[in-house]
Structure formats: C-alpha cells, structure tokens
C-alpha cells in the first residue's frame, strides 16, 4: 500500500528521534485485544476510539498519552503525547506491562515461510516523457485533467513484500545449469506475482486480479551464465484485465517483465533477484476508481531481494494474511512441477 | 428545418463518438514504447531507480519500525521512549499486515 499516507512521511524525524515506533495490522489488533495477557490489555487500553487510520503515543507500559486519527492524526498524537510524555518520571516511562506474553494464532500466518525467500517491491506511477519512462513530479500533479484529485505521494512509490516458500525459490534453481537453456517458472510463482503484486497500490490498498482476469501471462528463465555463479535472465509478460476485451475492461494493466537473477552455489542463495514490470495500467484505484488517468498510463514495478534485518522486510504481502483463506490463495498453487 | 439541425447533430455526435472510440482502441492496442521492452543492462538499471524511493521520499521508511508488541515495548522501556503506535483500518501502515 501507500505507506507514507496519513501525513506519516512528515512525522517521520520526530518518530525517529523521540520514539519506538510500532505498527500493527488493524486485523491483529482486533486479534491481540481478544487475548488473555498483557498484550490483550495494552490493546484496549490504546485503541483509538474511532478505529479506522490510528496514531496513539503510549508509555512502554501502556498508558495513553494521547492519540489521533486519518491525515493530521500522527502529528496530533506526537504534538499532544510528547508534551504529556514530559510530565512523567523516570519510573513510569520506563516501566514495563504486567502479565504475561500471549500471542494470537493468527500471527503465525503474518510470519514469513521458513526457509522462505522475501522480495521487496515497489510499484509506481510514472509518465511517457518523449518515449521514455520518467517520474511524475510535484509540478505535474498541478494538470488536475490528467492527475484527478491526486495527492503527492500518489506519485512516490508504494511497498509490498513478496513471499516464497523455501520449494518455491529453490524451484528456480536448475539442478544442472547449462547456458542458453530457457525454462518456465513454476506456474505458482507466475501466478502469485501476477495476480497479487502485478497491481496498482499507490494510492492506498491494493486489489488483486482473479485467475480469470490473467489474460496472457508467461515468464521464463535463460541460463546466460553457469560457473562461479548461476546468472539467469527473467522474462516474461502479462495482460490482466477486468474484462476479456481489453478495449472493454475498466481495469487493467499490459506488462512486461524483465530480470537479473544470480544463484551463488556455494551461499546456496540467491545474491541478486532484480525484477522490473512495466507497462500501461488504467482503471484508478481499487475503490472506485478514484484518481483515474486518462487513457493508459505507464505503472512501474520493481523487485529485489530484501538487504536488512528491518521488520519492513517481514510485513506480510497481503493485508488479511492473518485470515486462513486469504493465506492459502496466497500459497494456492503451491505443488511444484 | 428543425428537425434537419437535429438529425444533423446527431451524425456529427455518432461520427464523434466513433472517431474517439477508434482513437481510443488504437491507443488501448499501441505497441509497447521502446523502454518497455526488451531492456538492456543499462536501461534497466535506469527504470528500476526511476521506480524505487528517491531522496527525501518514503520517508517513514527511514522509521526502526517494530511489528513486534514485546519487541517494541522493551526496546522502548530500555532507552526510556515513548511507543509510537501506528495501525491503519485493514493493515499496518507500513505494509498489508
């Protein structure tokens, strides 16, 4: 999704400097409150009230110290809490929870594969700027026709994450690699990153397309070099639309993919797994349509493999992982070849 | 004669609509442009950095963010600061969980 909505950029310094900052999927919160321990506790005692986009700043106990909510709330929960935060003593900001830890069973499906590989993605809108792909600046938001209600960080690129299982990665990794041979990527691969992360989140949460709605998909990989490292070369493409008639859909996105993947034997990891997908997207948002661009306008999407140890890395790549169905369509397709 | 003007109108609408919908199918169709194809090493280095964060965007990615409760409060009891709670309607905020 679009993370850096709801004025979060803007704070971001202030959080960094002053806080331990936290962020909680609205879901497992609903699950946290349900427990019996200390987390269950701290939940309801720092739900904001109006639910929905919520900042609260809290002592490591779990006292409020003030709370905000959608665009401005983050300012208003650091404004109103740090200066409440100043009135305590030693004692009480660094006092921890009584009870015990209970984790809800839901957080076990937020929690990446085992052996997994993660993909870090981020999609953005760009624009045609004498055949090239360039970004949309500040400056272009200012053609409200071609940019419809658009708020700058429309233009700044959304994250996801990408998940496969350990068989799944390693479903990549030819057993002999010989160069110049080209084989298909496990169908569950192509489906997953076709259907769930070939979208359009920059403007808040994203939809996925249904497996109807892959009109064409197919995405190879090319041995280009065997020894000391495995190189191989991704490509592949994909027209999802709404309808079958392209002309007809309301939604849709015409993509191409490309990418560089090395295989280090002797890591026996992948070292570099750089995606890029590009093509023209049309339909707005998933909920109406809102921000709409005239015509078919390019949509970016890159992939990489995650660097740090950041819990950023570890979100998981849909919004109701924590629910069993949407978990399993995640890893549907799961049996290999 | 009134009738006349407003048959006539109506041609040049239906003609209209039918040149923007053909203008309209011809671009849903347009072929990919040359950066969308088959990139070479340099042009796709360059689109894969036109698309990540720039200098001074997605600042919130710069934030130590926990997902963690216990990891965050403890972390924030040991160096004495307050807990910066972020939870959006149906994800984290910083990502879909």
């Given at each position: 999704m679009q993370d850096g909505r709801f004025g979060v950029n803007q704070v971001a310094p202030l959080v960094k400097e002053n806080c331990v900052a936290v962020a909680i999927n609205g879901h497992m919160l609903y699950w946290l409150a349900k427990t019996d321990g200390a987390d269950g506790e701290f939940i309801k005692a720092n739900r904001?009230?109006?639910?929905?986009n919520c900042f609260v700043l809290t002592t490591?106990?779990?006292?409020?110290l003030a709370g905000g909510n959608g665009g401005g709330g983050a300012r208003e929960a650091l404004n109103s809490g740090l200066k409440n935060w100043k009135l305590l003593t030693d004692e009480e900001r660094k006092a921890l929870p009584p009870g015990k830890e209970v984790k809800p069973p839901e957080a076990e499906r937020c929690t990446p594969p085992p052996g997994g590989l993660i993909l870090r993605s981020f999609a953005r809108n760009l624009k045609k700027d004498g055949g090239e792909l360039a970004r949309i600046t500040r400056e272009d938001l200012k053609d409200r026709e071609l940019?419809?209600?658009?708020?700058?960080?429309?233009?700044e690129p959304a994250h996801f994450n990408v998940w496969f299982t350990e068989a799944e990665w390693k479903?990549?990794?030819?057993a002999e690699p010989r160069k110049g041979v080209t084989f298909p990527v496990l169908d569950a691969i192509q489906k997953r990153l076709f259907r769930?992360?070939?979208?359009?989140g920059t403007f808040g949460l994203p939809g996925t397309w249904s497996?109807?709605?892959?009109?064409t998909g197919t995405l190879t990989l090319t041995v280009e070099e065997v020894a000391p490292v495995v190189r191989m070369r991704l490509q592949g493409a994909a027209l999802l639309t709404t309808d079958a008639d392209p002309v007809k859909a309301q939604r849709g996105y015409d993509a191409r993919l490309d990418g560089r993947l090395t295989y280090d034997p002797q890591k026996k990891a992948f070292t570099r797994f750089d995606v890029v997908a590009t093509g023209d997207y049309w339909g707005?948002?998933?909920?109406?349509?809102?921000f709409k661009r005239p015509g078919r306008t390019p949509l970016g999407i890159s992939f990489e493999l995650v660097r740090?140890?950041?819990?950023i890395d570890r979100v998981?790549?849909?919004?109701?992982?924590?629910?069993?169905q949407p978990y399993r369509a995640y890893f549907a397709a799961e049996k290999l070849r | 004669m009134l009738m006349f003007k407003l048959k006539r109108a109506a041609y040049v609408l239906l003609a209209s609509s039918l040149l923007i919908r053909s203008i309209g199918e011809l671009h849903a169709l347009a072929p990919p442009t040359p950066a969308e194809g088959n990139l070479n090493a340099e042009t796709f280095a360059q689109i894969g950095k036109q698309i990540k964060p720039q200098?001074?965007?997605?600042?919130?990615?710069?934030v130590p963010w926990f997902l963690d409760l216990h990891e965050a409060w403890q972390k924030a009891a040991a160096e004495g600061k307050p807990l910066f709670i972020y939870s959006s309607g149906g994800a984290t905020g910083i990502g879909d969980c």
């Open positions: 904001h009230p109006s639910g929905g490591p106990s779990g006292t409020k940019y419809p209600g658009w708020a700058p960080v429309y233009a479903s990549l990794v030819p769930y992360h070939l979208v359009n497996r109807e709605q892959i009109r707005g948002d998933y909920e109406g349509g809102r740090d140890d950041n819990a998981p790549p849909l919004v109701h992982m924590d629910r069993e | 200098l001074g965007e997605s600042r919130w990615m710069e």
